[in-house]
């Protein structure tokens, strides 16, 4: 661009600005590199200026300088996502919220925070009023609460409550546009989904109030089976059990376990792993249910004593978390995201396991969808290149899994359709299409359309 980057940034004062290549290099970047695809994609993406707003109007202040000047803006909160999306593809403005990180009100059953707050912070904000957030990602340290509205999904507590989608979850959204004078929009009940997994691209997201449920003494479990089947079994029977009502159900295939140095010594080795919180009340329950189906209870720890015997969260084993794992010692792995048929049918699990051979090690976890439990499977695969990554995907697609696509930096990859309500107040907010450019493989079909007519597509 011919933009003058000098005068842009300080354009931007009072607000802070970064413009040290090396630091704005990194602020361009998040896991994308988890997928050998998007690696070679993105890796040389960088944004020109980086702007850290501490309150709302400083981040409207921005907002107005880069929709005079035509700008791109890419908003950041902990960089923490996985398709490359807090990565600038056509440079210009990237926004960091991580200084706008107050929580502001804490009420029965939800908090309100600025965007760029930690969910850790949140949490331990919540945890002083006897509550926690209904869900959260296993990546808390860092993740943002509006980064995880904007692009995350669900977490740890979606067995409980559904993912962040279900009605409930999510209460309200303030929303700001990009124009030469910002506006503030207000989106509650069901209207957060017209931002929610947007990416970032048709708003900024300035204030998130989110559910939260009352705290609980949670026991981060531990146990171990001779064979998937049997530890994928136990985990739906613990997920679907009402009476114990776990939070969390993760089932790790055990050459994945064989990657965990920190469980050594507290977990039998090379079994398959079933990973959990449940209340610690429902501790014989659980002891139970693990006998029964042939397993073995190793660890089951209260938040004190884990911390006490410097043993990590249970929940650096699930989700996202268990791939990061096999990650730190080994790049030649990567992921995908796969949608379980039907998550009681364990036979078929074990069928498409056969299928998928030595190269595929599945990793389930279970969450609800309005009455039922859903499994996914976040599996680790050993990357031979993106050929015979199709050739897998079609493997599960056979067998009638579904393939949410993990090497796409489209907000429509991974198998979703189009989100025309999203587009729609991406042409009411963002008229100028600066807000996360390249992001959207519909958008440059419709942007010329008017909003109305851009809703009308979501029939
Ligand atoms: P970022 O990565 O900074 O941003 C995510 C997206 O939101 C970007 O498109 C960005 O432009 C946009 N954005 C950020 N802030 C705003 C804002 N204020 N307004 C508008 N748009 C904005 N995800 C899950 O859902 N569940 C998990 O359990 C989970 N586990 C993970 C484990 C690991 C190890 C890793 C690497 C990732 C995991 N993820 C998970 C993905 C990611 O960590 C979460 O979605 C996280 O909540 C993202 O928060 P963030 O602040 O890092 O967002």
Same mark, same amino acid.
């Given at each position: 661009?011919?933009?003058?980057?000098?005068?842009?940034?300080?354009?931007?004062?009072?607000?802070?600005?970064?413009?040290?290549?090396?630091?704005?290099?990194?602020?361009?970047?998040?896991?994308?590199?988890?997928?050998?695809?998007?690696?070679?994609?993105?890796?040389?993406?960088?944004?020109?200026?980086?702007?850290?707003?501490?309150?709302?109007?400083?981040?409207?202040?921005?907002?107005?300088?880069?929709?005079?000047?035509?700008?791109?803006?890419?908003?950041?909160?902990?960089?923490?996502?996985?398709?490359?999306?807090?990565?600038?593809?056509?440079?210009?403005?990237?926004?960091?919220?991580?200084?706008?990180?107050?929580?502001?009100?804490?009420?029965?059953?939800?908090?309100r925070a600025e965007a760029g707050a930690l969910l850790a912070d949140v949490n331990a904000a919540l945890a002083e009023a006897g509550q926690e957030l209904a869900m959260f990602p296993s990546t808390q340290e860092i993740a943002t609460i509006g980064g995880f509205v904007a692009g995350g999904s669900a977490g740890i507590g979606s067995l409980a409550t559904g993912r962040l989608r279900e009605p409930g979850n999510l209460r309200a959204l303030k929303v700001l546009s990009v124009e030469a004078d910002p506006q503030?929009?207000?989106?509650?009940?069901?209207?957060?989904?017209?931002?929610?997994?947007?990416?970032?691209?048709?708003?900024?997201?300035?204030?998130?109030?989110?559910?939260?449920?009352?705290?609980?003494?949670?026991?981060?479990?531990?146990?171990?089976?001779?064979?998937?089947?049997?530890?994928?079994?136990?985990?739906? #029977? +613990?997920? *679907?059990?009402?009476?114990?009502?776990?939070? $969390?159900?993760?089932?790790? !295939?055990? /050459?994945? @376990?064989?990657?965990?140095?920190?469980?050594?010594?507290?977990?039998?080795?090379?079994?398959?792993?079933?990973?959990?919180?449940?209340?610690?009340?429902?501790?014989?329950?659980?002891? #139970? +249910?693990? *006998?029964?189906?042939?397993?073995?209870?190793? $660890?089951?720890?209260?938040? !004190?004593? /884990?911390? @006490?015997?410097?043993?990590?969260?249970?929940?650096?084993?699930?989700?996202?978390?268990?791939?990061?794992?096999?990650?730190?010692?080994?790049?030649?792995?990567?992921?995908?995201?796969?949608?379980?048929?039907?998550?009681?049918?364990?036979?078929?699990?074990?069928?498409?396991?056969?299928?998928?051979?030595?190269?595929?090690?599945?990793?389930?976890?279970?969450?609800?969808?309005?009455?039922?439990?859903?499994?996914?499977?976040?599996?680790?695969?050993?990357?031979?290149?993106?050929?015979?990554?199709?050739?897998?995907?079609?493997?599960?697609?056979?067998?009638?899994?579904?393939?949410?696509?993990?090497?796409?930096?489209?907000?429509?990859?991974?198998?979703?359709?189009?989100?025309?309500?999203?587009?729609?107040?991406?042409?009411?907010?963002?008229?100028?299409?600066?807000?996360?450019?390249?992001?959207?493989?519909?958008?440059?079909?419709?942007?010329?359309?008017?909003?109305?007519?851009?809703?009308?597509?979501?029939?």
């Amino acid at each position: 661009t011919d933009i003058d980057w000098t005068a842009f940034a300080r354009s931007l004062a009072p607000v802070e600005v970064i413009s040290e290549p090396v630091l704005v290099k990194k602020r361009s970047r998040d896991f994308f590199w988890y997928s050998p695809i998007l690696n070679e994609q993105l890796r040389r993406c960088f944004g020109d200026l980086v702007a850290v707003p501490r309150k709302q109007e400083e981040m409207a202040h921005c907002l107005g300088r880069a929709y005079a000047a035509g700008v791109p803006v890419t908003l950041r909160g902990g960089g923490t996502g996985n398709y490359g999306q807090s990565v600038p593809l056509e440079g210009g403005l990237i926004i960091e919220t991580t200084a706008m990180n107050r929580v502001l009100e804490i009420g029965e059953g939800f908090v309100r925070a600025e965007a760029g707050a930690l969910l850790a912070d949140v949490n331990a904000a919540l945890a002083e009023a006897g509550q926690e957030l209904a869900m959260f990602p296993s990546t808390q340290e860092i993740a943002t609460i509006g980064g995880f509205v904007a692009g995350g999904s669900a977490g740890i507590g979606s067995l409980a409550t559904g993912r962040l989608r279900e009605p409930g979850n999510l209460r309200a959204l303030k929303v700001l546009s990009v124009e030469a004078d910002p506006q503030v929009h207000v989106f509650e009940g069901e209207e957060v989904l017209n931002v929610h997994h947007a990416w970032g691209l048709n708003g900024v997201i300035t204030e998130v109030t989110m559910r939260t449920v009352p705290m609980r003494d949670w026991l981060g479990c531990m146990a171990t089976f001779d064979s998937y089947a049997d530890a994928y079994g136990a985990g739906h #029977a +613990l997920a *679907t059990a009402e009476d114990i009502a776990p939070k $969390l159900v993760s089932v790790v !295939d055990a /050459r994945i @376990a064989g990657y965990f140095p920190r469980l050594v010594d507290h977990i039998r080795p090379d079994r398959d792993l079933l990973v959990s919180y449940l209340p610690a009340e429902k501790l014989a329950d659980y002891e #139970a +249910l693990i *006998t029964d189906r042939g397993g073995h209870a190793d $660890l089951a720890l209260t938040e !004190d004593k /884990r911390k @006490a015997a410097s043993i990590p969260h249970a929940f650096e084993f699930c989700y996202n978390h268990t791939t990061l794992q096999v990650l730190k010692s080994d790049r030649s792995a990567t992921y995908q995201q796969i949608g379980v048929p039907d998550a009681a049918d364990t036979a078929a699990i074990v069928r498409l396991r056969d299928a998928l051979g030595e190269e595929v090690w599945t990793h389930h976890e279970f969450l609800r969808a309005g009455e039922t439990v859903q499994a996914i499977d976040l599996p680790i695969i050993w990357y031979k290149g993106p050929e015979r990554l199709q050739q897998i995907n079609e493997i599960y697609a056979e067998h009638g899994f579904a393939v949410y696509d993990a090497h796409c930096s489209r907000v429509e990859g991974g198998g979703m359709h189009a989100d025309y309500r999203h587009l729609a107040w991406k042409k009411r907010l963002d008229p100028k299409g600066l807000l996360n450019p390249g992001k959207s493989l519909a958008w440059p079909e419709v942007c010329h359309l008017s909003a109305d007519e851009i809703a009308a597509r979501q029939g």
